[in-house]
């Protein structure tokens, strides 16, 4: 066993002294006359800050004691003139630092600039945390020292739609994605016109909204990459404009909508993973928010895109040229996550017909459906021939063991040329899919590429998947501790917000073996391990079962107008676990 280190840390001496929570909570630099800096006590009592140090250099953090006498209320502000202080506050860059009498601590750190090209634009203005306190520096027309801050954001602009990842055109070379059709579409969800002329998208993508653009009440206008390609590929004149400079990832990343002075208007921070809609990364799908008053920033407002009713019918058809084997068998597998539908499908020779239930009437009868394509079935929402089709369903790449469905070919066939047709239309995701026979001969297999729509998204429209009231959107689902022992209770926590109200959260388990399942409320008051009362994370506590018992749970939210959402979404069919165990202690590794 040769150990080798993974991490580490430096652990700094205590600075001593009690905890002092000030901040920089506004400064006023943009200005011709005097300006000042404001602290904020976000505490509950009050505070003497005489002798604790302001600085604007680094190297310098003693540049200006506070005065004696100078105490902050809880609660409550200070504010120091840059005449008062020797410090110069009208660079265009300016560094703030709080820094205890003893200079062993730096209490807290701001930057503030002031571009010289913006200054027109921003004069007279301040930068405030807002609300007093928070972890966010705003730029407000309205300076407020000693008091309350104040700034005036627009919220009703919303990031509605994003497609970043268009699925892959096999008419290109190295089957890229499709090129100049990525867009994000914004959403004006009130009841008013609103003037976004000068608004900027700067993370993500950079475009900036001309003069004179306004967005009407309850309207869409998608940005896109490339707006002839967009208006081309859905053979329509959409409301859009554009290009856009720069690219959205794949891999999933910050898009930031800002306004006039800078403040952020609204931005999505999405994933091509976890919780996130899987469609919407390469598989036709665009991320479609639900309900646009609700919290976009959770996985769990937004949807992948439906497309299914897009897509047509396709014939595919081709000569097998067999030769006998061992098995006679006929495949079919997808080479991606997808779903697809196929239908009335036969292999012929001369007058013979060698597949049963090839339109799926007598339910998936002679058919063997295995590993990831297992979750495919009979439908009858759409067919070619007769009442019925079957919807493939792949949950991931098929293969020539499990993942796959075949037929036993009845008759068997024989070496010699066969004729195999039948139909099928993509859904969603991948749409290579793949036919082959027992022993995987070359002769015999069959790609094929699934047409995928080009008007995919709904740019500059209603979304597809929207609802006028989602119900409460759930994130940050945890328990602690994370392996409990035997008997011991778990919190269960959870955020949960909703643009209606809040008025209920369950937690549902199931534990294994005889013991009986229940649910617990969660509540956001503080006293179930849950932060602070009123910041929408909520607690509640599970009973503790015995060693080795794995506990099932999922969370369940309603809203004031009676909304439920479940998280996972598709509870109980998808739940979190977790399992009672005994410690590891030091004895518990094998080293070899």
């Known amino acids: 066993f040769q150990p080798r280190l993974v991490s580490s840390r430096i652990e700094l001496p205590n600075p001593a002294g009690e905890p002092v929570p000030v901040v920089f909570n506004e400064c006023f ?74 200079l062993q601590q730096v209490l807290d750190a701001a930057h503030f600039e002031n571009p010289t090209e913006l200054a027109a634009v921003l004069n007279g203005t301040s930068d405030a945390l807002y609300p007093d306190g928070a972890d966010r520096f705003m730029v407000t027309a309205t300076p407020t020292p000693g008091a309350q801050n104040e700034v005036a954001l627009e919220e009703d602009i919303v990031i509605n739609e994003i497609m970043y990842h268009p699925p ?50 309850g309207r869409y206008l998608a940005v896109a990459e490339d707006p002839e390609a967009l208006n081309a590929a859905h053979s329509a004149k959409l409301l859009v404009v554009g290009p856009y400079s720069g ?84 495949q079919i597998r997808m080479l991606a996550a997808a779903e697809v539908l196929v239908d009335d499908i036969q292999v012929r020779r001369n007058n013979t017909q060698y597949i049963r239930n090839g339109s799926f009437e007598s339910n998936t009868s002679s058919w063997i459906i295995q590993g990831n394509h297992i979750q495919s079935v009979r439908t009858t929402e759409d067919s070619t021939a007769g009442n019925a089709s079957l919807k493939i369903i792949a949950t991931g790449d098929g293969d020539t063991r499990v993942n796959r469905i075949e037929t036993e070919t009845s008759p068997r066939m024989t070496s010699g040329t066969h004729q195999v047709s039948l139909q099928a239309r993509w859904l969603r995701g991948g749409n290579l899919i793949f036919f082959s026979c027992y022993s995987q001969h070359a002769q015999c297999q069959r790609p094929h590429w699934l047409q995928i729509p080009l008007n995919l998204g709904s740019p500059g429209m209603a979304n597809s998947v929207a609802e006028d009231n989602l119900g409460p959107v759930v994130s940050e689902v945890t328990h602690r501790p994370a392996v409990p022992t035997s008997g011991q209770e778990v919190t269960i926590l959870a955020r949960v917000s909703d643009s209606d109200g809040v008025a209920s959260v369950h937690a549902h388990y199931d ?48 809203d004031s107008l009676g909304a439920t959402r479940r998280e996972p979404r598709n509870a109980p069919a998808k739940t979190n676990v977790y399992q009672h165990s005994t410690p590891l202690t030091a004895n518990s590794f094998t080293y070899r």
């Open 29 to 102: 630099v943009r200005t011709d006359g005097d300006g000042w800096l404001e602290l904020y006590n976000t505490g509950n009592r009050p505070l003497d800050l005489s002798g604790f140090f302001l600085s604007d250099d680094n190297n310098s953090l003693d540049k200006w004691a506070i005065p004696e006498g100078s105490t902050i209320a809880a609660g409550g502000y200070l504010v120091f003139s840059d005449s008062q202080m020797n410090l110069d506050l009208s660079a265009e860059q300016v560094s703030v630092f709080l820094t205890r009498p003893n």
């Open 168 to 217: 892959l055109d096999p008419q290109l070379a190295r089957r890229e994605a499709r090129q100049g059709v990525s867009f994000i579409e914004i959403y004006n969800r009130s009841e008013r016109d609103i003037d976004i002329s000068g608004f900027r998208f700067n993370r993500g993508i950079n475009y900036t909204f001309e003069p004179g653009t306004i967005l009407g009440a």
């Open 247 to 330: 690219s959205l990832s794949h891999k999933g990343e910050l898009i930031r909508l800002v306004d006039t002075r800078g403040n952020i208007a609204d931005e999505v921070r999405y994933y091509d993973g976890g919780n996130w809609p899987k469609w919407a990364d390469g598989g036709g799908s665009s991320l479609e928010l639900i309900d646009p008053h609700q919290d976009n920033s959770v996985p769990s407002a937004w949807a992948a895109s439906d497309e299914s009713s897009k897509s047509q019918w396709e014939e595919i058809s081709y000569n097998l040229n067999y030769s006998t084997q061992s098995e006679s068998e006929f």
């Open 511 to 558: 534990p294994a073996g005889n013991n009986p399942a229940g649910e617990v409320e969660l509540f956001d008051d503080g006293g179930h391990q849950d932060g602070t009362a009123g910041d929408g994370l909520y607690g509640g506590t599970v009973p503790g079962f015995a060693n080795n018992i794995k506990v099932t749970f999922y969370i369940e939210a309603t």
